[in-house]
């Protein structure tokens, strides 16, 4: 027992490390594109009326409110496993996650179920009062736990090949639980007893059935079961039961089997009422419409929702392809005609009855992305997103602050977009549908004129264009000669008028995009631009130049409008990949040995190579400043190269491959894409928002730090149940109303000292590996130092205007001195208090830590005092220094600034503070020998690193002019 402990405990350890903040330029933000997965939605009714929907997205869930336009209310914590059943009670929502239960108040995670545990993956959970119910996979039990504690309470223990599948509390049934099973049977169970009630015998029989529309031929009644052989065992099995709805008909329920039988059965006379039979298959979901109209609605595996009217017995609509894939749960909201509906398609609809037939349409919706995305960019237009395209055929834009934001372009033959394509494409006998999307290029200034982005597909030769102002399709496509001429590389230009293509044979053409006519064709003499496919194709800023690269190892630049060819750099081997930024006139490839070069387009030199990839590059994009180049790589690595220093500055590893990445138009993010996943992954450049110190990485001597994917966003900081926290067998304290606990905020800040203590240690190490004799600035705003400097001008600008005060009145009486000549006696004054004096009373906060600080000879603790100033405090701070003990505060202040610029740091902030302090205690500094002493020791420090500066001043400005005059 000892030893497994110990393994757990290890193994805590490693996972507290893996997910421990890393430090670097990028740092993990949110991820975006994830609504839903296969598992159910679970509805929940509020007292103010509002209908709230959780929804799981992965290892974490999501609730949001129907009734406004199905806006994210919160996101969960993260928890290790994938959710597999969601079930809600009150603000208490369960997950069950392999053959655990997890407890969440609200979405703050609460506890862990304790005692006996299923053996199997539990497949479903059921609230019922206070108690929960859940049963698994090929198990013949039913396990009931407390719902605050999830403690073990009791099982249900079923008889032998008794296999529950689905549970439901049927209304008005008290203590009662109606189980399915994977032969079909259906029995009625007693949860205070522990007893079976009854066992349904006639839910299979055929005697006596009245058949509704399109009806099932063949059923194996339960006799036949006992004594069927293997096979017809085999058949038996796909008549397991595998939904169960309850009508707003007391007694009467649907079932729902594997063939796609629906039996509407009566439960208190065990008769049935009337079969349907589902062609599509498995029925994985059934719902009954509770106003109006009696309808009853059942999912299939192929994305249809299939509408039964039940007063005629009959089938009354085919809700064809309402998503792409098997719909997961269908269930209608209370007391109204709105349907919802949620698939393994990444996509949750609600649906309103409201046709003129009857039948249904789309009322909102919220989707992404169903299959792996294979081609990413940022679009910069009037909908500025992540540009994304799949596997599943369809085109995206989404938000990177808002997840809900977002929209679908087209989606192959399921949209009206993708239908006209279809027909265009079927009448000149091309392929039946479009294939997933390689490459995506755009401008974004003619969106509202014409369709400004272009796509290029996988093994296509065509190029199509989209509008982004309407959303669909554009009436052109760009085709290569030949059907087997696929189209390799594309670039639009900036202006938005043109787009260039190359294609597996090395053509290079220019196309007018709002046409789609043919404009140039960029030869040399009667050659084509490459020998073999062209792998890159970039347009500059203002259509002088088009740079092209290919498999023959050469860049070629040639004259936009002219299609002759001006210069060409031979690389010497094959180049797979190229970039450009338009603004720097610097182009990037990769080659054939993992490196990255980078060439001035203007003096056709090569100005970078990059070396550092194991394997082959997958994509790489330039800063918007260009002032680095991320790259990702089939080593799972992500590397960050720093273009002034040709070093690289930062990398990580994921645990999935990047396939594609982008940064935002601003650069204050990049989005990546990763193979086999269809969420977008979002993170956040830590230079766009502060001055990070770029340490140079050397690969041979250090690995890739681990880097954790982006979690959703929307979310709060993740606490995981661990035996490290010092919880035993993984039992939290019982739930209370408040959101977090005692441990929970403990561990919270616990974990966020360390991240902090641990941050700011190696800040100060690449501070003093790096900062070695360097004159370093403060990091405060530039106006604080100026508004320390001129105080006294801002005071006086800022004084209140009083109103004149009038001179006193002579007293009525005058006091006379009695004598042989009376005289008038003097009035009495009050003596002045001096400044000396008054600086002799007390001393400050601020006093008393410097004097301490001259004890020790140490004055960190008092430049970090004084630079959370303002420029107010520190004229009174410097003000109230006192000149007792023979000027020791003077003295230390003195101490303090030499010591500082002997450190070369904060310079302009030790100027500022210098200013002020000689302005109030110049006079006191004259007066004393050995103050001053000190005084002249400070000006020769002060000379020496002043004329240090400003002769490297003089010569980056030198530098500057010299460049700036050869441009």
């Not at 009696?294 to 309402?322: C, Y």
Request: with cysteine.
């Amino acid at each position: 027992m000892g030893k497994k402990r110990k393994s757990l405990k290890e193994s805590s350890k490693e996972e507290e490390e893996k997910n421990k903040i890393r430090d670097g330029v990028f740092v993990s933000f949110g991820s975006v594109g994830r609504f839903t997965t296969s598992t159910p939605f679970n509805l929940r009714y509020m007292a103010d009326g509002n209908v709230w929907i959780t929804l799981c997205l992965g290892n974490r869930f999501q609730v949001r409110e129907l009734e406004n336009r199905l806006n994210v209310q919160k996101t969960s914590q993260m928890i290790s496993d994938k959710i597999k059943y969601i079930e809600t009670l009150g603000p208490f929502t369960f997950a069950a996650c392999g053959n655990f239960i997890y407890g969440f108040n609200r979405h703050v995670l609460k506890a862990r179920s304790q005692g006996e545990n299923h053996r199997n993956e539990i497949t479903q959970l059921l609230s019922f009062g206070s108690e929960i119910i859940s049963i698994s996979k090929e198990e013949n039990t039913a396990k009931i736990r407390d719902c605050e504690t999830l403690g073990f309470s009791r099982e249900i223990q079923f008889s032998e090949g008794f296999f529950p599948t689905v549970a439901v509390h049927p209304p008005t049934y008290v203590n009662k639980i109606l189980f399915g099973s994977t032969w079909g049977t259906l029995e009625l169970w007693n949860t205070k007893t522990m007893k079976r009630i009854y066992r349904f015998k006639n839910v299979l029989s055929e005697k006596g059935e009245r058949y509704g529309d399109k009806s099932s031929l063949h059923h194996l009644n339960l006799k036949e079961l006992a004594g069927a052989t293997e096979e017809e065992k085999d058949i038996g099995q796909k008549n397991a039961i595998t939904s169960i709805a309850c009508s707003p008909v007391l007694d009467v329920v649907a079932i729902g089997f594997e063939d796609g039988t629906i039996v509407i059965h009566n439960l208190r006379t065990d008769e049935n009422v009337v079969r349907f039979w589902q062609v599509e298959g498995r029925v994985t979901t059934l719902s009954f419409r509770t106003e109006e109209q009696p309808i009853l609605v059942s999912g299939t595996v192929v994305g249809s929702i299939i509408l039964w009217d039940l007063e005629k017995q009959k089938l009354f609509k085919i809700v064809a392809d309402a998503h792409h894939s098997l719909i997961s749960k269908l269930e209608f909201i209370q007391g109204q005609p709105l349907l919802i509906s949620s698939g393994s398609d990444n996509c949750i609809k609600q649906w309103i009855f409201d046709k003129p037939d009857g039948s249904c349409r789309v009322l909102r919706e919220r989707g992404g992305h169903f299959e792996p995305i294979t081609a990413i960019n940022w679009y910069d237009g009037e909908y500025n997103g992540v540009f994304t395209g799949s596997m599943d055929r369809s085109i995206r834009v989404t938000s990177e602050n808002a997840a809900d934001f977002g929209f679908k372009i087209a989606h192959d033959k399921k949209s009206k977009a993708g239908q006209k394509i279809l027909e265009d494409r079927a009448k000149i006998n091309r392929m039946p549908e479009i294939p997933p999307v390689t490459s995506i290029r755009f401008s974004s200034r003619v969106e509202k004129d014409w369709p400004g982005a272009v796509t290029l597909h996988q093994d296509s030769s065509e190029a199509l264009t989209w509008d982004m102002n309407n959303r669909r399709c554009g009436k052109n496509w760009i085709r290569a000669n030949g059907k087997l001429n696929q189209q390799c590389a594309i670039e639009v230009s900036r202006c938005g008028n043109f787009m260039v293509t190359g294609d597996l044979h090395g053509q290079v053409k220019r196309y007018n995009l709002q046409s789609g006519q043919i404009r140039g064709e960029y030869l040399i003499g009667t050659m084509k631009a490459h020998e073999g496919k062209v792998t890159g194709i970039c347009t500059d800023l203002v259509n002088k130049h088009v740079i092209t690269s290919g498999l023959d190892g050469r860049i070629r630049i040639w004259n936009f409008n002219e299609c002759k060819l001006e210069s060409t750099i031979e690389v010497g081997q094959p180049i797979y990949h190229l970039i450009f930024h338009r603004e720097n006139e610097l182009a990037a490839i990769v080659c054939e040995d993992f490196s990255i070069r980078v060439y001035d387009i203007d003096s056709r030199k090569m100005v970078r190579h990059f070396e550092g990839h194991n394997e082959k590059i997958t994509d790489l994009a330039f800063s918007p400043d260009c002032r680095m180049i991320v790259s990702a790589g089939d080593d799972m690595t992500v590397r960050v190269w720093d273009l002034p220093s040709g070093k690289m500055v930062d990398w990580f590893k994921t645990d999935e491959l990047v396939i594609g990445l982008a940064f935002s138009p601003s650069g204050h993010r990049i989005a990546t894409a990763h193979s086999g996943r269809c969420e977008i992954y979002l993170w956040t450049n830590l230079l766009h928002y502060a001055d990070i110190i770029l340490r140079p990485i050397d690969p041979k001597t250090s690995s890739p730090p681990r880097a954790e994917l982006p979690s959703t966003l929307i979310e709060s900081r993740d606490i995981k149940i661990e035996e490290d926290y010092g919880i035993e067998n993984h039992i939290l304290p019982k739930i209370e109303d408040n959101d977090e606990d005692e441990i929970e905020k403990h561990l919270k800040k616990k974990q966020e000292e360390a991240d902090l203590a641990a941050r700011a240690e190696r800040e100060e190490e690449s501070k003093r590996d790096f900062l070695e004799g360097l004159i370093t600035l403060s990091s405060g705003p530039i106006s604080k130092m100026q508004s320390i400097v001129h105080h006294d001008v801002i005071k006086e600008r800022n004084r209140v205007q009083l109103p004149e005060e009038k001179p006193k009145l002579a007293p009525f009486v005058l006091p006379v001195i009695s004598g042989l000549v009376p005289t008038f006696a003097p009035l009495e004054e009050e003596e002045p208090v001096t400044k000396l004096q008054k600086r002799g009373e007390y001393n400050t906060t601020f006093a008393n830590i410097l004097e301490s600080c001259v004890e020790s000879g140490d004055y960190a603790e008092t430049i970090n005092m004084m630079k959370k100033f303002s420029p107010s405090q520190a004229d009174y701070e410097f003000l109230n220094l006192s000149y007792m003990d023979d000027g020791l505060q003077i003295r230390g202040m003195l101490e303090l600034f030499k010591f500082q610029l002997e450190k070369n740091s904060d310079f302009e902030l030790v100027q500022a503070f210098l200013h002020v302090f000689l302005k109030h205690h110049s006079e006191f500094i004259a007066s004393n020998q050995e103050i001053q002493n000190l005084a002249q020791q400070l000006l020769e420090c002060q000379r020496k690193h002043w004329s240090r500066l400003q002769s490297l001043m003089d010569q980056n400005l030198c530098l500057v002019k010299f460049f700036s005059g050869i441009q």
